[in-house]
T-cell receptor, first 117, second 113 residues
Framework: ETGVTQTPRHLVMGMTNKKSLKCEQH?????MYWYKQSAKKPLELMFV???????ENNSVPSRFSPECPNSSHLFLHLHTLQPEDSALYLC????????????????FGAGSRLTVL | EDKVVQSPLSLVVHEGDTVTLNCSYE??????LLWYKQEKKAPTFLFML????IEKKSGRLSSILDKKELSSILNITATQTGDSAIYLC?????????????FGKGTKLSVIP
């Protein structure tokens, strides 16, 4: 248990469905992230929130909509996804922004495996 | 655009062998390099290397940063089946006030008895 909890662990959805991924961290961190991990590709940063404010949106399609109501919770709302969106979605948190100092190392959740039919 | 390349992409060794995993990078403003181990679940942090800390060691694992060659290696000695995982390398770029991590594709290590 890393202190970052993601639900659901597995999700199968049709292209017309609306679903949400949830992430909760119990580490007292201030920054939270969504990453996408596809087969044979590097981890792709999707969104970054620092103190609940979005600081990065890496050209992610609007069918992915993040929400960060507080520093402990992060959601990824999914709507009209495509089969190529099937991947492992990893949530992570850090005390400050990643890589800025030795204290700001990413802690990852176990991921939500998404399959879009 | 920042770039991180890991090699080899996959590796199969026998228990007891020593392995060396490579990571090379091209970033605008290097801040730090991180190694993670990913089994079936969450990537877990191994080491962070910076200009002021270019060598780290923990048990059978060690890592060195070569800033001149823009690369890092991760060594695992006396490998065990529990070392089987994907090893991820990431580099932090502090350019433009933004701290982003760029990840490589990972090296999949399989340790067979």
């Amino acid at each position: 248990e890393t202190g970052v909890t993601q639900t659901p662990r597995h999700l199968v959805m049709g292209m017309t469905n609306k679903k949400s991924l949830k992430c909760e961290q119990h580490l007292g961190h201030n920054a939270m992230y969504w990453y996408k991990q596809s087969a044979k590709k590097p981890l792709e940063l999707m969104f970054v929130y620092n103190f609940k404010e979005q600081t990065e949106n890496n050209s992610v399609p609007s069918r992915f909509s993040p929400e960060c109501p507080n520093s402990s919770h992060l959601f990824l709302h999914l709507h009209t996804l495509q089969p190529e969106d099937s991947a492992l979605y990893l949530c992570a948190s850090s005390r400050g922004l990643a890589g800025s100092s030795g204290a700001n190392v990413l802690t990852f959740g176990a991921g939500s495996r998404l399959t879009v039919l | 655009e920042d770039k991180v390349v890991q090699s080899p992409l996959s590796l199969v060794v026998h228990e007891g062998d020593t392995v060396t995993l490579n990571c090379s990078y091209e970033v605008t403003n290097f801040r730090s390099l991180l190694w993670y181990k990913q089994e079936k679940k969450a990537p877990t942090f191994l080491f962070m290397l910076t200009s002021s800390g270019i060598e780290k060691k923990s048990g059978r694992l060690s890592s060195i940063l070569d800033k001149k060659e823009l690369s890092s290696i991760l060594n695992i000695t006396a490998t065990q089946t529990g070392d089987s995982a994907i090893y991820l390398c990431a580099v932090a770029d502090s350019g433009a006030g933004s701290y982003q991590l760029t990840f490589g594709k990972g090296t999949k290590l399989s340790v067979i008895p």
